[in-house]
């Protein structure tokens, strides 16, 4: 069984909680991640590298923005080595803001597709996140919503449930529009979404999908892993919830449905480089894919992985072959068509 627990026990941080520090002297079997990843998602797989190398992880969770934060405030005394963090937006962000170095091995290259890493090495996606459409089943005929365009179709005027604009996903999701059609088409498209909501944007994606099982609205956009989690969950009220919902796969007969992904970048003063580049690798091995998909509901960015029992009844489909830097480089005219475009 490789879930047991390492050797060397990883020391875990949560931002905001406690305050543990690293020891000044890095140990020459070590490396410091900070993680954007709840412990119980990522700990397992920490576990298994030093099992295989013996190299202890000491790990620091908490909020994606916040280790951004806290990254650019310890600037070159920060002791962390890798980075993980959602979406690649955040991991633009980093990248821009001087947080990342380049790292090119043939490992990476191999385990992970052009589209889902940066084209210099900043940056490699772990993990795949699709935000298609969920529908209330029997409210709504998948034939009428093939494409995020007809989102903004005045028919479904009242009946579109959706977070908010300050969300990376949702900001993610229009700058891929931008990329694709142009600034134009896409505002327009995003007057269009805004006129259709059934209210003012709030909560989460799970709340979307609750939302809509609940008459709120018919339509619901959100990320897959959440709509997985919610069939899964222990909590009766969010799995009847999901049950009443159906995914549409948009976009499927041109560019395929918008994903994102969860990724891991080596950081710019990381003291123990050699280390933080092999957890990477090991991190984009099938064996560590194969987990992401069974345990987090999300798909492997390497090829070739069985994806779990769940996603596979989902039935497969194209995902947008746009690289994902893409999406940090139009986040910001992403933010100003929604700003003009009155998403709230």
Known sequence: MWFKSAASVALSVVLGVGSVGFSPAAAPEEVNLYSARKEALIKPLLDRFSEQTGITVNLVTGKEDALLQRLQSEGRNTPADLLITSDAGRLYRAKEAGLTQPVVTDVLLQGVPAAYREPTGHWYGLSLRARPIFYVKGKVSPADLTRYEALADPQWKGKICIRSSDNIYNQSL????????GAEQTEQWATGLVNNLARSPKGGDRDQIKAAAAGECDIAVANTYYYGGMLSSRDDSERLAAEKMAIIWPNQSDRGTHVNVSGAA?????RNRENAVKLLEFLVQPEAQSWYARVNFEY????GVAWSDLLQQWGEFKSDSLNLGELGRYNSAAVMIMDRAGWK
């Not at 229009?174 to 059609?181: D, F, L, N, Q």
């Not at 492997?300 to 090829?303: G, H, I, L, S, W």
Request: zero cysteines; charged letters at 5%; aromatic letters at 6%.
């Open 300 to 303: 492997p960015v390497r090829t």
């Open 266 to 270: 080596l950081t710019t003063y990381a």
């Open 174 to 181: 229009v700058a891929s529009m931008i990329a694709h059609s």
